[in-house]
Structure formats: structure tokens, C-alpha cells
């Protein structure tokens, strides 16, 4: 994540604003929002192939499980 940090420099205002903008909108959801549902359909219209998105806080939220 600072990778983009060290590409746009500390500070840049536009993702500033943009962050600000998002945090106004709330930033701990208990049941799912509508942003997270515009996010999945954009993920899925741009990943051929997916079937369906999960959001996760880490790597052990999120399981993948194969069927044979």
C-alpha cells in the first residue's frame, strides 16, 4: 500500500479529498453496503472468468474452496 505513497508523493490532494469524501460516507459497515455491491459488479464486469466476489479483512477471512 505505500507503494502509491511513493509514486504520488505524500499528501496528494486529490486522494486526500477522495479519502475524506469515503470516510464521510462511514468506514465500519456490520452488514453489507450498497458501495460494497457497485464494487463487486464493477470487479466482475472487469475479471472474466469470476463468478462472485467476497470481501475479507485478511487472507484467513476469506477461504477458496475447490470442488473435484
Known amino acids: 500500500m505505500g507503494l502509491r505513497a511513493v509514486t504520488l508523493g505524500h499528501a496528494y490532494p486529490a486522494i486526500v479529498m477522495a479519502a475524506c469524501q469515503q470516510m464521510w460516507k462511514g468506514s465500519n459497515f456490520a452488514r453489507p453496503a450498497a458501495i460494497e455491491l457497485e464494487a463487486a459488479e464493477a470487479f466482475l464486469k472487469?475479471?472474466?472468468g469470476a463468478e462472485?466476489?467476497?470481501?475479507?479483512?485478511?487472507?484467513?477471512d476469506a477461504l477458496l474452496r475447490h470442488s473435484n
Open 52 to 60: 462472485m466476489v467476497k470481501f475479507a479483512k485478511n487472507g484467513s
Open 46 to 48: 472487469v475479471v472474466p
